[in-house]
């Protein structure tokens, strides 16, 4: 008792002054807005003598690099020091408050140097269940903590998961069913404000992984929550606010591909909202009447557009795309992810002669608008939209013949069908075939090659063979 | 034009880390003291891969006890770092001294412990009951794996656990259910036949590494969608450099020469991209004034980018080919140097020495009509997409 006494009182003189000034930086009139940034060292560009170790300019708060060796140590020994008087039980509480807000304070200060600190997050989540049961005020200002942090560190996965977790405690002290009404407002609102942040920060941070798992998580949990309710209550108003919600995020993705056109994320993401958007007409096919317009805080109004159209629109305005960067690999694959998505669509509705006249459009189209040898661009440009432009067509073809097997298992036992299957369901028509071989030796795979001859073996040297080496 | 390998240089470089890192002015040791342990097996296993056991073993002062001297600051060895970092709350190894357990250093830990044939240490014996009861309360109802007691589900937890519970051989236990393992791992394939870290997340050359090494402990190739496509879309990382990028249109990057290098070679389809391409990719990440490998030419060199670009060097096998293009140092003793370079497992991680010794589990697939021809590979399960799981006579 008397060494806690002791270390205690040790600790009241010795809280070094590099905490609490970085503490009271972050006070300040604009919390939410406030960004940080670490400084490179510029003494010996600028001839500048100045050892500084914070700066703050308006919203803007730096850190400048070369004391972060110095400064990490005086954060990791207050929070280790105070870590293991916390974790000794016998400690009062007069004394326990203050040692807590001690903690807090040096987890703040460690996390924005060290943001992937999983022991730092794990205490800093303890503190918060401890202190604040039921409130949600200590949740809010942990998303604003967790923003100012992404300014500077976008990539910590351990950052994001605590993003996640915090969301959830959230929810959690407002998952009342019998506060519904609040709740679906509160919902939408945490959704918007998350989806804004993804948003935000893929913008600084391209392709930023977790930024975009994030939006997904939130779109997610407004399409699982909302499922919940209207299977509770069977009331149209969640699923209209899921499928308002779900068409946003395409029209947003589609107009998002214009201007980063190298956003593989995205790509993904898009894929996967077409995918909620079949999941969730499934579901409530038979439930939503064209129009409605609800109560006064949640006004949507909606024309039901049907999913097929939905579908159709996306390839159109794939296809114009294509047409504006015809040389950028993602903008490709972007219509890969769109029919492959579309050809499913069709599968699972055994729309079979729709399943070919969709290929077959689709390889038209792109034979005659990027492989036809009149249609020419600036050289290598030409060269790189012809190798995606061929690769695509085998994609689909690759795509079309999984297909065709899923077909064959379902329909044991039937004759072929419509134009397009062989007898035995297995293997594409004669002309998919041929056309497949002619294209895979029109990018320099030959017959005689011992490995299969797909033109994922042989990536090097098509593009190789097409682009000139680096 | 060929670049030269500086075996030497990286020899120095990696032995000279733990110096530096833990030098109070360190940049690099203040941002990841919280990692500690996995950069001490990256360290490690590097080294491993370029002079004998023996040789690593005193160069980092691997193992404990009656290896030492009795010199009087004789610093604790790396075994005696890896047991004062258990946690005995969870039951895990932290990243650091005084941290809370998580399944990524308990697994670097584990790894470490084999590198110094330390699984049989009367400290672990009594750590082991903890360690495993730790994994098995991470995995939820569905199969997947979280890090820790707050939750976060990813693949690579999956991975973590498979492997290290392998490791300890307790696979037959019943201490995890691989098969629900396996199965969730499955439900993260996407469309493009790739994997991310849940399900609909993107497709990542990391965690697609994390999903087909799982599914090969778990000998659950066979559960694999579209195994072409995935290899597809591994074979098209490889840019116009040689290196490999981790998704469409980024940067090649020297770690993912070993995250789609393994998967490939797990897949039997290693020769989807050009090994010597990538070869002279790695190689040119070197630093040649002061050794290690950085993740792309002209960068600075790291621990973690030195241990992948090594252990892609070996997975294609050009530290170990006498005729390789890929020569030595003249001056460091030259092709003698070859013999001496360990081989690197792909589902493991680990020397394949020291896979075999375990007795370590795995399984490959071999597409149809191709035929084995890597050696490391021949002690496993064998996939081959025909519907059969064969055993191969060694």
Known sequence: MFCIVSTINMMMEARPECITELCNLLQGQFPSQLEITILPDRSEEDDNDENYLYLKDGIHLGIHAPNIPYLAKAFRNEYYTLRSLLNNKTIDENHLSWLEKRLWDAITCLLLICPDHATAWSDRKRLLISDELGNCNAFYSEIIFLNLLFSQHSKAPNAWSHRKWTCKQIMKNNDSFERKHEFRKELLSWSQEEINTCIRIAEKYPKNYYAWTHRRYSIETVMDLGACYAHEYGQNIDHIIAREALKQELESIQKWLQTHVSDHSAAHYGGEILRLMIIHNKECKDTLSDQHKIDNEVKVETKHKPIDDVLQENMILCRDLIDKFASNEVIWIWRRISSKIHLEYLRDGLHLALLNQFVQEEIDDVMKHHLNKDCVSEKEDHKRCILFGTTYILWLLASLRRNYQFFSLENEGENGIIGGLNQDHEELSHDFCELEKRLIHSIGVSDDDSRTCTPASNIWSIKSGMISDS | ?394
Not at chain 2, 319 to 328: F, G
Request: overall charge negative; charged content about 25%.
């Open chain 2, 1 to 394: 034009m060929s670049f030269p390998f500086h075996h030497s240089l990286h020899v120095q470089y990696i032995e000279g880390l733990a110096s530096k890192i833990d030098n109070p002015s360190s940049y690099e040791g203040a941002v990841t003291e919280h990692l500690r342990m996995s950069g001490i097996y990256w360290s490690l296993t590097a080294l491993s891969l370029l002079v004998s056991a023996e040789d690593a073993d005193k160069r980092m002062n691997l193992a404990s006890g009656d290896l030492r001297s009795s010199t009087e600051d004789q610093k604790p060895s790396i075994i005696d770092f890896v047991f004062e970092c258990f946690d005995k709350k969870s039951g895990g190894f932290g990243g650091n001294k005084m941290q809370d357990g998580h399944i990524l250093y308990t697994l670097s830990a584990i790894q470490i412990l084999a590198l110094a044939d330390a699984l049989e240490d009367e400290r672990f014996l009594m750590m082991k009951p903890k360690v495993i009861s730790f994994i098995k309360s991470l995995q939820q109802k569905d199969g997947s794996f979280a890090g820790d007691q707050w939750g976060e589900i990813d693949t690579r937890f999956s991975y973590c656990a498979l492997s290290a519970i392998s490791i300890c051989g307790e696979l037959d236990s019943g201490a995890i259910d691989i098969n629900k393992a396996a199965e969730y791992i499955v439900s993260c394939q996407n469309f493009d036949g790739g994997f991310g870290c849940h399900p609909g997340a993107e497709s990542h050359a990391g965690q697609i590494f994390t999903c087909v090494g799982a599914l090969s402990i778990a000998c659950r190739l066979d559960l694999l969608k579209d195994e072409e496509l995935l290899c597809w879309w591994l074979a098209e990382r490889q840019c116009d450099s040689g290196g490999l990028n981790g998704r469409p249109e980024k940067q090649a990057d020297v770690c993912y020469s070993w995250w789609i290098l393994s998967s490939l070679c797990i897949l039997g389809r290693v020769d989807w991209i050009r090994g010597d391409k990538l070869a002279s990719f790695i190689l040119k990440c070197q630093d040649e004034d002061d050794g290690g490998i950085a993740d792309r030419p002209g960068d600075m060199a790291d621990v973690f980018h030195t241990f992948f670009g090594i252990a892609g060097l070996s997975l294609i096998g050009v530290l170990h080919e006498q005729n390789s293009i890929v020569h030595v140092d003249e001056s460091d003793g030259g092709e003698k140097r070859k013999n001496e370079h360990r081989m690197i497992d792909p589902i493991y991680a680990l020397p394949t020495d020291v896979v075999r010794k375990l007795g370590l589990r795995g399984q490959i697939a071999i597409p149809r009509n191709a035929s084995m021809t890597d050696d490391r590979l021949k002690c496993y399960d064998v996939y081959n997409n025909a519907g059969e799981s064969k055993q191969l006579q060694m």
